[in-house]
């Protein structure tokens, strides 16, 4: 099992750099998940990762890309819900990336 080390503490993750336990998810475990893909979280980053979260904890389930964009849409409106946004903070792969960096589980259809 992989680890991240966290203020001192591993957290567990999986090969992908997944958590393999969603409680230990923290804004420091987020920054340090993004430092490892090359990302430095600006508030529009957490603004994504706190909707992803409520996603979440609504739905129980990682949203794939077009349900992401369009609860993005609905609850922040269409100059943040939409790809070109997303994946410029994301690096292209805003499912899975903004899953990762929230501390959810992979979405079901992301390879």
Same mark, same amino acid.
């Given at each position: 099992m992989n680890t991240l080390e966290v203020n001192g503490s591993c957290v567990a993750v999986d090969p992908e750099g997944f958590?393999?336990? @969603?409680?230990?998810?923290t804004e420091p475990v987020a920054s340090a998940l993004a430092e490892a893909e090359?990302?430095?979280l600006q508030p529009e980053h957490?603004?994504?990762l706190r909707l992803l979260r409520e996603f979440y904890q609504e739905f129980q389930l990682s949203p794939a890309t077009r349900p992401l964009i369009k609860y993005?849409?609905?609850? @922040?409106?269409?100059?943040k819900g939409n790809s070109m946004h997303l994946n410029r903070l994301f690096k292209g792969t805003p499912a899975k990336l903004a899953a990762k960096l929230a501390g959810l589980p992979k979405p079901s259809n992301c390879i």
């Open positions: 958590l393999v336990n @969603l409680d230990d998810w090359g990302i430095d957490w603004e994504i993005t849409a609905l609850k @922040l409106g269409p100059e």
